[in-house]
């Protein structure tokens, strides 16, 4: 895969008039939130302030998110237009989502589509996946296959078929694979950089604009784990 810009702190993988994509790193979030921490936005908004030597504001719309301790593929839109294409794409799942992630445990299936009711606990951030529908529950559907067995964990290739709130932790943690790193849903220590191995690996769409057919690949992050895969 070609990256298209690696500055120290934005790693772009596609960028054209209308789109912008980058490889999310650990601990960054996409939007602003309560933390005050600068959101990635942010940043991609001053990247492309300065890149094109733009007066004024800088026109940037978040198409989807990644949980802050993820890292991969995050779409921008640089135009409304494009914007509103993105998100009809996304809400009416005309998208292809592919993600890597590597777990405590070895699933018994080597590969196997998961179907729960994840049930969101606002309080404290986190989606509880059950077998049958209960009250404001939302059917959550993957596919995984099992594509490395290291020695102490197990990679997995998902494909995601709803996007709900934290559906892949809380499926995999369901079955009794948690993510590592994943202290909220069942792993039992932290990683040193306070993410978990979860990665936003590929994704496949038409162009909202040119029609054309893209595929992006984001590279994992260096470490030894992402590294052995």
Do not use: C
């Not at 939007?31 to 908004?45: C, R």
């Not at 294409?85 to 699933?107: D, G």
């Not at 009711?117 to 559907?141: F, G, I, M, Q």
């Not at 994704?203 to 054309?212: A, E, G, N, Q, Y």
């Amino acid at each position: 895969m070609k990256i298209v810009s690696n500055k120290s702190n934005l790693q772009v993988l596609h960028e054209d008039n209308h789109l912008i994509v980058v490889n999310k790193r650990v601990g960054d979030i996409v939007q602003g939130d309560k933390t005050g921490d600068k959101p990635l936005s942010e940043i991609v908004k001053e990247y492309i302030k300065e890149k094109y030597n733009k007066p004024g504001e800088v026109f940037l719309g978040v198409v989807h998110r990644l949980d802050r301790p993820t890292t991969g593929i995050v779409v921008f839109a640089r135009t409304s237009k494009a914007l509103s294409r993105m998100n009809e794409l996304f809400s009416n799942r005309e998208t292809q989502k592919t993600y890597w992630a590597v777990v405590k445990n070895k699933p018994e299936k080597s590969k196997d589509k998961l179907v729960h009711y994840l049930k969101r606990n606002e309080k404290n951030n986190t989606s509880k996946a059950h077998l049958k529908e209960v009250p404001d529950s939302k059917l959550a559907s993957l596919e995984y296959q099992i594509i490395k067995e290291l020695n102490n964990y197990t990679a997995l290739e998902i494909e995601l078929h709803t996007g709900r709130h934290h559906q892949i932790r809380a499926q995999l943690s369901a079955i009794g694979a948690p993510i590592k790193g994943d202290l909220k849903y069942g792993f039992d220590r932290s990683n040193p950089d306070g993410g978990i191995h979860l990665h936003a690996r590929k994704l496949s769409f038409i162009h909202p604009v040119s029609k054309d057919s893209i595929t992006i690949v984001a590279p994992t992050p260096d470490d030894v784990i992402w590294n052995a895969i």
